[in-house]
């Protein structure tokens, strides 16, 4: 399978834990994008990198979130002191653009539930 | 700011009916306009594109056209299966971002 993984598929936590979240995506995209999806709602774009540079951050990563990209290949999203607002499902997509429009792949998502 | 609107749903159909879930779209530039399919417990896949004004994209019996005009890339289908009950994403890329509308649920029922 050559597509966009995601792991683990779920996850549940207690409010206060920490959590990491790995995406591996399709080999030799050099676009990575991390989402965040609710019930009944359209993915929200989280933050994106070009090869290992995180470039863009959306104001909803808050000071909790994190995610790196050391070798420009696998992501981690990293969630501290986790709160039940955080409960969603964390999508990772990756793309190749050939120009500065291209259609990115997803993986099938982590869903997150914090008790 | 880029954004996208569409229909809200649920749109419910018989097997066989013909399927338009609307979208509208915000942006400076020139987006990218494309449809995505989510099933249950899964992740988004691509259903169809199209790059630039007045293109068709179209997969699966699928077809949007991206109306600069109107600015707009209404989703049809001309017979619709139970198979395709999901929920589908309209989104467009600007500027190495994706923006998605909310999503639209279609059941199909035989």
């Known amino acids: 399978d050559t597509g966009v993984s995601q792991n683990p598929r779920h996850k549940i936590t207690k409010r206060g834990q920490n959590v990491t979240f790995r995406c591996d995506p399709i080999?030799?995209?050099?676009?990575l994008y991390w989402y965040r999806q609710t019930l009944g709602q359209g993915p929200e774009f989280l933050t994106y990198?070009?090869?290992?540079?995180?470039?863009?951050k959306s104001r909803l990563l808050s000071d909790r979130f994190s995610a790196e990209r050391p070798k420009g290949s696998f992501s981690t999203l990293e969630i501290q002191r986790t709160e039940q607002g955080d409960s969603a499902m964390y999508l990772c997509a990756s793309s190749f653009p050939t120009g500065e429009n291209t259609e990115a792949f997803f993986g099938q998502g982590t869903r997150l539930t914090v008790v | 700011g880029d954004s996208v609107t569409q229909m809200e749903g649920p749109v419910t159909l018989s097997e066989e009916a013909f399927l338009t879930i609307n979208c509208t779209y915000t942006?400076?530039?020139?987006?990218?306009l494309f449809w995505y399919v989510q099933y249950p417990g899964e992740g988004l896949q691509l259903l169809l594109k199209a790059t630039k004004a007045d293109d068709k994209g179209s997969n699966k019996g699928f077809e949007a056209t991206y109306r600069k005009e109107t600015t707009s890339f209404h989703l049809e289908k001309g017979s619709v299966q139970v198979s395709d009950s999901a929920v589908y994403f309209c989104a467009l890329s600007n500027f190495n971002k994706f923006y998605f509308g909310s999503g639209t649920k279609l059941n199909v029922k035989p």
């Open positions: 990198f070009q090869n290992e540079a995180q470039l863009e």
């Open positions: 942006a400076t530039g020139y987006p990218s």
């Open positions: 080999s030799e995209h050099n676009r």
